[in-house]
């Protein structure tokens, strides 16, 4: 990056639009900037879960995501760029894989909670979701990297595996539906 913000605020945002990389502004609640606020948001909570103390095995992966999540902002912000490839869903899968090889089978559906840090992996899912539709609703109109969007949905599934070995970890455990409870 060659230029460094040393100011923080400039004035142009005002009017109700913002910059993109190359120069371009767009309203702040066009369907690109809402695409890179979803996939910022998303980035900001897989951070607050990593603020928590978690294993090497799984804070290492969420610290590659947040990289990855970073490339997929910058894609947005400076269309034409396309940074991430099909290596990184990919990646994503043998961690999936690895990970969901010690659960036991799903019985039934998994409510969001069972610890602080599966909860928090469970609203990381929700948004995520959130942020994979931002970028298939950009893409009907404009031109959207697809194995970003790929990457969001395995992303996703990653998440909620994260957030059962998480509910599970030190002996919890998941919070299962009971459908008259």
Known sequence: MSKRLTRIYTRTGDDGTTGLAGGERLDKDHPRIDAVGSVDEL???????????????????LAVIQHRLFDIGAELAMPGNDL???????????TLDSFNAELPALQEFILPGGSEAAARCHIARAVCRRAERALLRLSRSESVNSASIKYLNRLSDLLFV??????RADGGAEVTWQRDF
């Open 84 to 94: 991430l490839t099909a290596a990184a869903t990919t990646s994503l899968e043998q």
């Open 43 to 61: 980035n900001s909570c897989i951070g607050l879960l990593r603020a928590l103390p978690l294993e090497a095995g799984i804070d290492h992966p």
């Open 162 to 167: 994260l957030a059962r070995v998480l509910a």
